[in-house]
């Protein structure tokens, strides 16, 4: 069926599915579902609750709130009242909040709860096109009613008649070309931008996707990426397009804890979740008997040469199968099912991910996709499928999808996907998209005989040395990052003699490192400036620096006190780093490497 936008979509897929679970989530302590038809009749008195509020076609109403089922029921029920979503991050600061709805104009915000709202006393003014806010959660004895403030209960209430109709018409009058979101670039320099994605921007990545993933009916997905953010977003519609189970994690704190109880077939995450699970996975080989370290490093020895034949398309002699048939029973399973014992594939996104983090988990036997995209492409435009794998690659084009390589090495993409401009910023959207419509993404990269893409580096973190030498920071960071001692590391060294770096740890593996060789320490601040711990950090560094050309090598490093964080401004809400915020915040240290009495020490 050639759907004209993503209300129809749902109207389908939910039609058709009626009595089916549509999603799991966590109510009262307990697990809980819904159906199709439970969802369809929440967002079609949502949708009424939303036209009797005053929001009509083109309308922009806001959402604020952590990844849940009622982001996405409010997220349709906006689209379904011919509205346009304008996503914002649960963890962006007041100045951040006022700025995007006041940039957007929304009319109307879903707030999650009391500790979301009190951002709104912060703002220096009150944006001006603001009427209404309705609060997911009440606390006990709150009401809602008063100053424009209402419930989502009283919502539905209020559009629990005429809803039907707003929905159908929507359903059937909303056109490809029709605004569906502002999404608002995270904004790793200066003020966010909002990209107009459209119906048929969305229509455009479901379609090209069809085909690259799998996606069965009862599978489950769980959802933990702020759904502020593209690619979770687009999981999201990947759902009703297909029609598979969506889960709903508590937090990314319980994140392990949900896996093991909704046992997932697929999921999308960030690089960095995997990281942290290579260095455990790592870590505890190093901390484990002689004999099971043995054990384990046979059983990838044996998992990696596997891989090198399955990747290549070639036969995995009987002898090799039997070895890892072994390797499993004794290493590989024990990690299978810490993921839910049902994982199908990973979908990679939002940052690089490491080749040797990809290359650990392939030789455990889970598929990892990787793929590439940005906001402005209405997520990915390249992927890794099931039967097309490269390690180290972001995968092929996805259909309608055309790229351009520019003679400075930057990626150029046209296609459907492709947004169409910044939201009143028309300066911004022709610094991006050129007169032939080809998109410049400010990503470095190239494609090889075969087809498959590998990003290289951001255009703009590019490192160039005083020596002359390009440098991207970003596959030093990832080699550096699959140490399990250390949490982040960023590489600093643009128009300098050599690179250096701010390195932050695993505060838990470093602390357990000092019980186990009974160093002794008050904090966790008197810890880390420990002499050994120092050694240690450096050993490890020299150790990954062998992997590197001499002018890569990381030559000064510091050891900050706490992780970098969202919080702090330090990292986006996907977790990727803020260069610009971390070089200036920590210019003293970085100064000091390149003086002659420069200190190694924060």
Known sequence: MEYKNLVQVFEQTSTARKDKTCFRFVADGEWTTMTWAQARERIIRIAGGLRKLGIHKGDRVAIIAKTRVEWTLTDLAIMAAGGVTVPIYESNIPEQVEFILSDSGAKIAFVENAYQLKKFDLFEAEPEALKQIILFDLEEGQAAKGDGIYSLDEVEILGSSGGEAVYRHSAESLKLSDEASFVY?????????????????????????????????????????????????????????????????????????????????????VPRIFEKIHAKFLLGIESASPGKKKIAAWALAVGRERSRLVLNGKFVPFGLQAKYKIAQMLVFNKLHQKLGGRIQYFISGGAPLGKEVAEFFFACGIVILEGYGLTETTAAVTVNSIGAIKLGCVGKAIPGSEFKIAQDGEILVRGKMVFNGYYK?????????????????????????????????????????????NIAPQNIENIMKTDPFISQF??????????????????????????????????????????????????????????????????????????????????????????????????????GFYQESGSDRD
């Open 185 to 269: 670039t995270s904004g790793t320099t200066g003020n966010p931008k909002g990209a107009i994605l459209t119906h048929g921007n969305f229509l455009a990545e479901m379609k090209g996707a069809d085909g690259v993933f799998l996606f069965e009916e009862h599978f489950e997905s769980l959802l933990f990426l702020p759904l502020a953010h593209i690619f979770a977003r687009v999981v999201q519609f990947f759902q009703i397009y297909h029609g598979f189970i969506q889960c709903y994690a508590e937090s990314i704190d319980k994140i392990l804890d949900n896996i093991a109880t909704v046992k997932p077939h697929f999921m999308g995450s």
């Open 425 to 469: 910023n028309p300066e911004a959207t022709r610094e991006v998209i050129d007169e032939d419509g080809w998109f410049h993404t400010g990503d470095i990269g190239e494609f090889d005989t075969e087809g498959f893409l590998r990003i290289t580096d951001r255009k703009k973190d590019i490192i160039v040395t005083a020596g002359g030498k």
């Open 490 to 591: 960023v590489v600093h060294g643009d128009k300098r003699k050599f690179l250096s770096a701010l390195v932050t740890l695993e505060k838990s593996e470093v602390e357990k490192y000092a019980h186990d060789h009974k160093i002794p320490y008050g904090d966790y601040a008197e810890l880390i400036a420990n002499e050994k711990i120092f050694s240690l950090i450096k050993m490890r560094i020299e150790e990954r620096n062998k992997n590197l050309a001499k002018y890569e090598t990381i030559k000064r490093f510091a050891i900050l006190k706490e992780d970098f964080s969202v919080e702090s401004g330090e990292l986006t809400p996907t977790l990727k780093i803020k260069r610009k915020v971390v070089n200036q915040r920590y210019a003293n240290i970085l100064d």
